[in-house]
């Protein structure tokens, strides 16, 4: 279990931010789907932080 939680915070660090990255810059003209994208990153990343905080508790 542990192995799979930081398996998956390696893969939202790494692949996050260029699909960020790569969203932002397809949908500049749409600014509702560039805030949802941004929106799910921040989450992505937040469950990321606490599956982390988790393994290393």
Known sequence: ???I???YALCVF???P????RSVKA?????MKMVA???IDT???ASAIYALSIVFK
């Not at 260029?18 to 990255?21: A, D, F, L, P, S």
């Not at 949908?27 to 600014?31: D, I, L, R």
């Open 14 to 16: 790494l692949l996050g």
């Open 27 to 31: 949908n500049s003209q749409n600014k």
């Open 43 to 45: 989450l992505l990343v």
């Open 5 to 7: 939680l930081v398996v």
């Open 1 to 3: 279990m542990d192995i």
């Open 37 to 39: 994208t941004i929106i």
């Open 18 to 21: 260029i699909w960020i990255i």
